[in-house]
């Protein structure tokens, strides 16, 4: 019989084969398809946030400590233009991924969020230097 624990439990594996995933695809030379495996990590966060709505005693300390819900909507935000932008350098447009990571910086009002996204910035731009 499912119930909320059982599904939690799945949910927690699935996120750790898709992150294991994720490493080997890069170490075969699949990085261009990593955002793929992002995404769909990000539709178990959103399994996974809707299931502590309803439990909220399933929740790991560290998220019901400091997750608000504009934390979560920034959190979202920058994973699906990381994902876009990884994706986009992994296939030798670094220029497209930086001006898609800039784009983010223009409308993203987390602090802490837009310092993410410029250090991917300035990582992408060193790395396309050295080539």
Same mark, same amino acid.
């Given at each position: !019989?499912?119930?909320?624990?059982s599904l939690h439990s799945l949910?927690?594996?699935?996120?750790?084969?898709?992150?294991?995933?994720?490493?080997? !695809?890069?170490?075969?030379?699949?990085?261009?398809? &990593? %955002?793929?495996?992002?995404?769909?990590?990000?539709? $178990?966060?959103? &399994?996974?946030? =809707?299931? +502590? $709505? @309803?439990?909220?005693?399933? !929740?790991?300390?560290?998220?019901?400590?400091? $997750?608000?819900?504009?934390?979560? =909507? =920034?959190?979202?935000?920058?994973?699906?233009?990381?994902?876009?932008?990884?994706?986009?350098?992994?296939? %030798?447009?670094?220029?497209?991924? $930086?001006?898609? @990571?800039?784009? +983010?910086?223009?409308?993203?009002?987390?602090?802490?969020?837009?310092? &993410?996204?410029?250090?991917?910035?300035?990582? !992408?731009?060193? =790395?396309?230097?050295e080539n």
């Amino acid at each position: !019989m499912a119930s909320a624990e059982s599904l939690h439990s799945l949910l927690v594996v699935a996120s750790r084969l898709l992150d294991s995933a994720a490493s080997q !695809m890069h170490e075969l030379g699949l990085g261009e398809e &990593i %955002g793929h495996v992002g995404s769909a990590l990000g539709e $178990v966060f959103e &399994i996974k946030r =809707a299931l +502590y $709505v @309803l439990r909220p005693e399933l !929740m790991p300390e560290q998220l019901a400590e400091t $997750v608000s819900p504009d934390v979560s =909507a =920034a959190n979202r935000r920058l994973t699906h233009c990381l994902a876009d932008a990884l994706e986009l350098d992994e296939a %030798g447009d670094t220029d497209a991924a $930086v001006a898609k @990571l800039q784009n +983010y910086l223009e409308a993203e009002t987390s602090l802490e969020h837009r310092e &993410i996204a410029q250090s991917e910035i300035l990582r !992408m731009q060193s =790395a396309g230097n050295e080539n």
